[in-house]
């Protein structure tokens, strides 16, 4: 890395089972990513409830990874953790040199999202919380953050985590988030500098 960026800056996308996790890493990457996704067969239907994504085919059973240029120095790392209850004792180790997350949600099932919020809040880390159009009606902000019993300080924000606009702006708005909570000279963090939020997409 040190031939292309001076600080590689980890990032872990959470959420509950089958909200675009890997869809979301898949779109932003500047790299191919790396997926270690499986298909799910008549097994796991016993483990894993699938009642409310009945199109899902493959499931994420370690990590995905992908790539994006922040700037000429900072290059971001993204992990994509799996959702499913039984893979959740892996987040601890993705979570550990991690500098933020992003929280995707399907407000359908907004529930799904507590124990990423509540793992986030239990280590520290620093997250906002995005909202995957799967359609159908809007949900208001506020009711949203109510169901998350989410501090106001948290950034909320709409996505489409099949678009690659759509998952810069997600990655824009976490990198600002966590240059708000850097010292009042915004120089830097314990993971290294972070100079500007724009990516060079």
């Known amino acids: 890395m040190a031939a292309s960026a001076d600080n590689g800056l980890k990032i872990v996308v959470v959420g509950g089972f089958g909200v675009g996790k890997t869809t979301l890493v898949r779109s932003v990457s500047e790299i191919r990513p790396l997926n270690t996704e499986e298909t799910m067969t008549q097994a796991g239907a016993t483990v894993d409830d699938i009642s409310e994504v009945r199109g899902k085919s493959a499931t994420t059973v370690a990590f995905d990874f992908g790539r994006i240029t922040l700037d000429a120095r900072n290059v971001l790392y993204l992990f994509g953790a799996p959702g499913q209850e039984r893979f959740w004792l892996l987040w601890d180790r993705l979570f550990s040199g991690t500098l933020g997350a992003v929280v ?34 809007p949900h208001p902000p506020s009711r949203i953050r109510e169901a998350l019993a989410l501090d106001p300080r948290v950034p909320l924000l709409d996505c489409d985590a099949r678009s690659r606009e759509s998952g810069k702006r997600v990655l ?30």
Not at 126 to 134: K, L, Q, R, S
Not at 188 to 199: N, V
């Open 104 to 137: 995707l949600v399907d407000t359908r099932r907004i529930d799904d999202s507590w124990y990423a919020i509540d793992r986030l809040e239990h280590v520290g880390t620093p997250f906002i919380v995005a909202c995957n159009d799967f359609g159908g009606p």
């Open 172 to 201: 824009i708005t976490l990198v600002e988030h966590l240059k708000s909570l850097c010292t009042p000279h915004g120089a830097a963090t314990a993971h290294g500098a972070i100079r500007s939020p724009e990516l060079a997409l």
